[in-house]
């Protein structure tokens, strides 16, 4: 059903393509991309969004990188489908590989971008981001995005580094259209 959605969505509406994307820091070869992202969990990364996710949910993880949380998440809302989007091009081949060594049939990797979303608004009863909006120059702008695909009743898990206090936030359940 999302596919179609999406499939529908594509034809009618333009991409806009005036959106600019941010420099990502940390690059896509370094050893913090490549082992440590790789190690990183939904029962770890998403254990705060976890309690919130069932089975025949639809999400999506916008900045998915190479879909390590991703495939912990999607086994979660099985057989809802998953969908991560990364605006790396080098991400989504590395998700797409990850997950083809399971034997998942509900996820699927794309190229996108947060701040331009290729779905209709109401797409998703759960959405997530993980370490992305820190390397935003417009993180309010990218979670507007995000309430606008998600569902009426539907939840967001956010997490990412406060880099004030040095630690770790977990965000679930921003209410649609609280920061319109
Ligand atoms: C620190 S990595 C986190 C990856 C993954 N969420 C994880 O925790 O393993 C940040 C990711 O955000 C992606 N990203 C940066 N800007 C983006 C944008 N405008 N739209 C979509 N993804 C973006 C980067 O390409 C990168 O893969």
């Known amino acids: 059903m999302i596919a179609e ?17 941010d420099q990502y820091a940390h690059g896509y070869d370094s050893a913090l991309t490549l082992v440590q992202h790789a190690r990183r969990r939904a029962e770890k990364q998403a254990a705060f969004l976890l309690p919130h996710l069932q089975s025949g949910m639809s999400l999506l993880d916008c900045g998915c990188g190479s ?35 399971t034997e998942m049939s509900n996820i699927l ?22 370490n992305v909006l820190e390397h935003l120059n417009d993180p309010a702008r990218a979670i507007a995005e995000m309430q606008r695909v998600l569902k009426p009743g539907g939840v967001i898990g956010i997490r990412d580094a406060d880099m004030g206090g040095g630690r770790a ?12």
């Open 67 to 101: 879909g390590s949380i991703t495939i912990g998440l999607a086994k979660a809302v099985a057989p809802g489908k998953t969908v991560g989007i990364d605006v790396s091009g080098v991400e989504i081949e590395r998700a797409r590989a990850n997950a083809s060594n």
């Open 5 to 21: 959605a999406i499939t529908t969505h594509r034809k009618e509406t333009a991409m806009d393509k005036s959106n600019a994307v």
């Open 109 to 130: 990797f794309e190229v996108g971008n947060v701040y331009a979303l290729d779905f209709p608004d109401n797409s998703f009863d759960a959405v997530f981001s993980h």
């Open 169 to 180: 936030t977990d965000r679930v359940g921003l209410p649609r259209g609280a920061l319109a």
